[in-house]
């Protein structure tokens, strides 16, 4: 059944993102290895990225991390800017099937038709978030949509077990 195909391809990469989680030895490194298998593994992921928060930062701001694809312009970028600024102040995922027609676009690249943006949670508070561009039109579908947040909710989870962890030292430590 024809239907059937893109949903075990993405089957497949929820596996191979399970194995990076277990292989990984930092929300640092799973960072890294999620953009470099996103951008890989999917042909309309053409440029993948994170943009963490800057801790203290006021007004807050988000800054590019480990990212796949074009360089950009857009290495810092406040709350009430572009389509990153509204995930995270919003806290929900953002999809934009035709960035030419949201004027909050920040543009990266010419060739960017579609963009998905999913915020990255710690504790229930937004730290960052996982940014996907597409040189296709409405790239990103229901299930696509599953896959990122299921990878940004996997980084959110290690980032929480890391700031667990160094609570936890510091008690011990006082
Ligand atoms: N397009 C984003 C900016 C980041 S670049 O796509 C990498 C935005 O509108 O916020």
Redo the contacts with the bound molecule.
Sequence with gaps: MATSKPAKKLEGLHQAIDQLNQQAGSADALMQAVTVLLNERMLKYN?V?FYMLEPGAKPPVLVLGHYRGAM?P?TR?PLN?????AAASSGKTVVVDDVSKDR?????SLE?KS?IVVPVFVDGQVVGEL?I?SHFPAAFMLEDRELIEYCAQLVGKRLEAEQASRASGARGRA
């Design positions: 440029w990225g950009t857009h970028i800017q572009g389509i990153c600024g909050r676009y920040l543009a990266c960017t963009e940014d561009d």
